[in-house]
């Protein structure tokens, strides 16, 4: 199960004496000092003005519900930007700009929809960092092959588990991961759309989505000629053993003839 984390930090955070007189007088704008978790399905946890010991809580309690194990530092990205509050939401150099004006529910929903376009770049951050690990790894098999026309160094087996590596790659991507479509939230609750549509661009999701298809396709045709290389030195191998079985038969059947021979011969004398 793939996971990640995004911590989104107010950058007018009032100190600890105001905010406490806030919350007495009851009169203050509790939306620009109130902190949010989002859980999405896909693995990915954004916390909205949130420290760091309760940012250390929230994964605690999520990780008891947590599908699999995280196995490699790979499989985690974490991603910081601030936000501030202001008359037109936007986003530009890495601060988000909510509406001041929005309270309760559309306030919620509004970073709902910053929050879900952050989930999913994290998302592909992720497969990102993935699928340049497995480039690392093959990126001397060419040099290889052109230099000794085989690939030693890896066997039939190990071809098979990269292809399964890159096919659960693409799946991650393309199944389980909603990164190519808007999220259902949208389908009834559309007024946040603009805003979450703006998110989506600025953190440029469709760029690089396109890159990554691109890379995984180059990965797969590599993977594919390596494949074709280890089953031609496969197929050559099967025709020398058939070969050396025939040679051992016709020595066989040359020795029976020639016992039968000298056999005949002895009788003879």
Same mark, same amino acid.
């Given at each position: ?10 950058? #007018? ?5 105001? =905010? ?90 509004? +970073? ?20 340049? +690990? ?9 040099? =290889? ?11 039939? #087996? ?25 999220? =259902? ?21 469709? #760029? ?5 298809? #691109? ?14 290389? +280890? ?39």
């Amino acid at each position: 199960n793939v996971g990640g984390g995004g911590n989104v930090k107010n950058e #007018k955070e009032e100190d600890e004496e105001k =905010e406490m007189k806030r919350k007495d007088d009851g009169d203050g704008d509790t939306e620009k000092g109130a902190a949010d978790v989002f859980v999405v399905s896909w693995g990915v946890v954004v916390m909205w003005n949130t420290n760091e010991k309760a940012t250390q809580t929230v994964r605690r309690m999520v990780r008891q519900f947590q599908i699999g194990r995280i196995k490699t530092a790979e499989d985690v990205e974490t991603e910081d930007m601030d936000y501030i509050f202001g008359g037109h939401r936007s986003v530009k150099g890495d601060v988000i700009t909510l509406s001041s004006g929005k309270k309760g529910e559309d306030a919620v929903h509004e +970073k709902l929809a910053a929050t879900l376009a952050l989930a999913q770049s994290l998302k592909l951050s992720v497969l990102e960092t993935r699928l340049l +690990k497995q480039f690392e790894e093959v990126k001397h098999l060419p040099k =290889e092959l052109a230099k000794h026309g085989q690939i030693a160094s890896l066997s039939r #087996k190990g071809v098979q588990k990269l292809l399964g590596r890159l096919f659960i790659t693409h799946t991650d991507l393309t199944l389980t991961s909603d990164l190519l479509d808007t999220p =259902e939230f949208f389908w009834e609750e559309d007024a946040n759309l603009p805003f979450y549509k703006t998110m989506f661009s600025y953190l440029e999701i469709p #760029k690089r989505t396109a890159t990554f298809n #691109k890379r995984k396709d180059v990965l797969h045709e590599l993977y594919e000629v390596i494949r074709d290389s +280890k089953e031609s030195q496969y197929s050559d191998r099967l025709e020398w053993i058939i070969i050396w079985l025939i040679l051992v038969e016709v020595i066989l059947e040359l020795v029976q003839i020639l016992v039968g021979y000298f056999q005949y011969f002895h009788y003879d004398d």
